[in-house]
């Protein structure tokens, strides 16, 4: 199950990327607004990449954020877009909420599994 969680999680990325560094027409928009969209965005690669990689999640979350700001500031260098420290900030704290949610459905479904196995 790690194999397809992963390939999903890089996927996601590279999808992520495009919107982020593409043509801003070519963006899928939505009525969540700029931010939400962002949020929207982040928060399901946190979720990937901390189901993706349950035993490195805290490297994982870092190399998110740093990921993150790096997009950003290539956005300096890509023709109609901006890159904003209040974008960063959504998209990284957004990625960090995700890795949380993943952390604690691992969290849940162990303690499941744990019941599970103590009942009669």
């Known amino acids: 199950m790690t ?35 962002h ?22 979350m870092a190399m998110s954020v740093v990921a993150i700001g790096v997009l950003e500031l290539l956005q300096l260098w890509a023709p109609g877009r901006h890159a904003r420290l209040e974008d960063f900030v959504v998209d990284a704290l957004t990625a960090c909420v995700g890795f949380v949610i993943a952390a604690g459905s691992d969290w849940m479904v162990a303690r499941w599994r744990e019941s599970e196995q103590s009942a009669p």
């Open 3 to 37: 194999t397809p969680l992963r390939l999903f999680a890089w996927l996601l990325a590279a999808a992520v990327t495009f919107a982020t560094l593409g043509p801003a027409f070519m963006r899928p928009h939505s009525n969540l607004g700029q931010d939400g969209e």
């Open 39 to 60: 949020a929207l965005a982040f928060v399901l690669v946190g979720i990937a990449f901390g189901l993706a990689y349950p035993r490195h999640r805290m490297f994982t």
